[in-house]
Nanobody, 121 residues
Framework: QVQLVESGGGLVQAGGSLRLSCAASGRTFSSYAMGWFRQAPGKEREFVASINWSGTNTYYADSMKGRFTISRDNTKNTAYLRMSSLKPEDTAVYYC??????????????WGQGTQVTVSS
C-alpha cells in the first residue's frame, strides 16, 4: 500500500513559481510511476504531468509543457511539481497519485488529499 500527502500549496502572485511536494509512505515507493493532476471548482480532474518509477521518462499535458516540471527523489520517497510562470487559470487543488503514467485518472490507484494552489493577478 501507498499513502500520499501533498504540501507546498498556497497563494502566489501571477508570474511566480511554486514547488509542490508529495510525500509517500511505503517500502515500494520507487517501483511506482507518479502523476500530478489538478481540479478546479466545477471542472473535471485534469492531467498535469507524470513520471516513471526511475525518473527517466516524464510526460506533460500540452498546456503545461515549458512551465511545469515533475521530478522525484526516491531516496526521500518524495515527488515534486515545480510550477513557473503561474497564471490565475492555474488555480486548483493539485493531487499526486500513484499509477502507470497514464493521462487518465483511471490509470492511478492511490491518491493524496490534494493541496490548494491559488494564483492571484
Amino acid at each position: 500500500q501507498v499513502q500520499l500527502v501533498e504540501s507546498g500549496g498556497g497563494l502566489v502572485q501571477a508570474g511566480g513559481s511554486l514547488r509542490l511536494s508529495c510525500a509517500a509512505s511505503g517500502r515500494t515507493f520507487s517501483s511506482y510511476a507518479m502523476g500530478w493532476f489538478r481540479q478546479a471548482p466545477g471542472k473535471e480532474r485534469e492531467f498535469v504531468a507524470s513520471i516513471n518509477w526511475s525518473g527517466t521518462n516524464t510526460y506533460y499535458a500540452d498546456s503545461m509543457k515549458g512551465r511545469f516540471t515533475i521530478s522525484r527523489d526516491n531516496t526521500k520517497n518524495t515527488a515534486y511539481l515545480r510550477m513557473s510562470s503561474l497564471k490565475p487559470e492555474d488555480t486548483a487543488v493539485y493531487y499526486c497519485a500513484v499509477g502507470n503514467t497514464s493521462p487518465s485518472p483511471s490509470g492511478y490507484f492511490y491518491w493524496g488529499q490534494g493541496t490548494q494552489v491559488t494564483v492571484s493577478s
